[in-house]
């Protein structure tokens, strides 16, 4: 079974440029994660989707970050304009269920803002 | 908020060391707590989940224990070796949120 998959693995811009991230969570798993990562500290959550639906995007910085999970399966995190503050791992997850679904993590999109 | 702690944020061990890592949280309302394993620029792998009517769970040379009412969970790794080493992440599953700790980089010497 094929787990969660993320592209690019890295991704090196100056900043105010604009920068895309993509998901393909593991097949039938309904919720799906976006988590920032700073280094030494744990993911913190951007946004979490049931199925196509946004229902938790208040950590999610509006006025530069979007999101997308078109026909709940796949879906694309976008940075625009990046700033320097930017630098992190992306990270996407994704479970069955949001209450008592094993989580489980993709590789990552490692940003580096110059 | 939930708030979940884990000490030390470093360890370093001989190898064939048994050796367990702590998790701690604050709100034991929890659905579940599942342990996560980092190596340097991956992703989290997940270890064990233990679902919140669960005292334990086991995985090999891994055995996690959760006790819900003092609000912590272990991680006992038996007979640690030099692949062990990696920075191990607990979360607790709250309200449709998952709360992480910032976890314990481990280093397991040769």
């Known amino acids: 079974e094929a787990g969660v998959v993320q592209s690019p693995r890295y991704k090196i811009i100056e900043k105010k440029q604009p920068v895309a991230f993509w998901c393909n969570p593991i097949s039938g798993h309904n919720t799906l994660y976006w988590y920032l990562q700073n280094l030494g500290q744990g993911p913190e959550l951007l946004i979490r989707?049931?199925?196509?639906?946004?229902?938790?995007d208040s950590q999610l910085p509006k006025d530069r970050f979007s999101a997308e999970r078109l026909k709940g399966v796949d879906s694309t995190l976008k940075i625009q304009p990046a700033e320097l503050g930017d630098s992190a791992v992306y990270l996407c997850?994704?479970?069955?269920?949001?209450?008592?679904?094993?989580?489980?993590f993709g590789e990552g999109s490692r940003l580096t803002v110059l | 908020k939930q708030e979940v702690t884990q000490i030390p944020a470093a360890l370093s061990v001989p190898e064939g060391e048994n050796l367990v890592l702590n998790c701690s949280f604050t709100?034991?309302?929890?659905?579940?707590l599942q342990w996560f394993r980092q190596d340097p620029g991956k992703g989290l792998t997940s270890l064990l989940l233990?679902?919140?009517?669960?005292r334990e769970q086991t995985s090999g040379r891994l055995n996690a224990s959760l006790d819900k009412s003092s609000g912590r969970s272990t991680l006992y790794i038996a007979a640690s070796q030099p692949g062990d080493s990696a920075t191990y992440l607990c979360a607790v599953t709250g309200f449709n949120k998952f709360y992480f700790g910032s976890g314990t980089k481990l280093n397991v010497k040769p």
């Open positions: 233990i679902q919140s009517s669960q």
């Open positions: 989707y049931e199925n196509e639906e946004a229902v938790d």
């Open positions: 709100d034991s309302a929890i659905y579940n």
């Open positions: 997850a994704s479970s069955q269920g949001s209450r008592t679904g094993e989580l489980f």
